[in-house]
């Protein structure tokens, strides 16, 4: 059973910084690919970075540039780093392991931006 758990989420100032944190457990499988996808009420949740076991990254334009996203392959984690942060970031934030025929969501964890 896969388990996804998510930290780094918390209340931030426009223009701050924050780094997400995201383990899997539960398999010996390699993922093929981790990412972080963020949500708000009332939309649909929306990809923000992702990355491969060939750390091929992908990430949403309005993040790009902003937003770095890293893998440690040795413990299944996946990281994102967020600088400058925007008031349009605030949104819980879930991590995602693909392992090409299934996927696994963390809980989220919320990230505020606001002064």
């Known amino acids: 059973q896969v388990q996804l758990v998510e930290s780094g989420g918390g209340l931030v100032q426009p223009g701050g910084s924050l780094r997400l944190s995201c383990v899997a457990s539960g398999t010996s499988r390699s993922i093929y690919t981790m990412g972080w996808y963020r949500q708000t009420p009332g939309n649909q949740r929306e990809l923000v970075a992702t990355i491969t076991d060939r750390a091929y990254k992908r990430y949403a334009d309005s993040v790009r540039g902003r937003f770095t996203v890293s893998r440690d392959y040795a413990t299944n984690s996946v990281f994102l780093q967020i600088s400058s942060l925007k008031p349009e970031d605030t949104a819980v934030y879930y991590c995602?392991?693909?392992?090409?025929?299934?996927?696994?969501w963390g809980q989220g964890t919320q990230v505020t931006v606001s002064s």
């Open positions: 995602n392991a693909h392992f090409i025929q299934d996927d696994y």
